[in-house]
């Protein structure tokens, strides 16, 4: 009798735990063509950087920039709620500096990139790249 109370309770172990799996797995999926788990592919630069809202496609972007460069990314800012007409603001935005690698080739990685939108450069070595219209700056000082 103890015997196949043990059997039991394996058998009802094992298929709330596959049920479990199944009903992540349904979480996990998204209906657009980026089903890539891309965070692992950039770092931040502080803790305070948000990050979290990144949409799939600006993770797509940093991913390709970090396998074009051979290096990850850091994430030097984010989401940012209050930056006016930004990107930034509806978290469609982030800007990078990739150690060791030049703005010119950060440029290059991203301009490849499928989906890509806006690619800035600051003076200060800073690349922003974003999921918005395509456009391009430089911007140094105040103007």
């Known amino acids: 009798m103890r015997i196949l109370f043990c059997v039991a309770l394996a058998s009802v172990l094992s298929f709330t735990n596959a049920l479990a799996a ?25 803790v305070s950087v948000k990050t979290a809202c990144f949409p799939d ?11 074009e460069t051979g290096r990850k990314p850091i994430v030097t800012s984010g989401h940012r709620p209050r930056s006016g007409g930004s990107q930034h603001t509806s978290c469609l935005a982030a800007d990078i500096r990739v150690p060791g690698v030049s703005d010119r080739t950060i440029i290059a990685a991203a301009s490849t990139a499928p989906g890509i939108g806006g690619i800035g450069r600051y003076c200060n070595g800073i690349i922003h790249v974003d999921v918005g219209p395509k456009r391009r700056w430089v911007h140094c000082g105040k103007s």
């Open 57 to 67: 496609q600006l993770e797509a972007i940093l991913a390709h920039i970090a396998s």
């Open 22 to 46: 199944e009903d992540t797995g349904a979480k996990k999926r998204r209906g657009n063509l980026f089903k890539e788990d891309y965070s692992a592919t950039y770092t931040v630069q502080r």
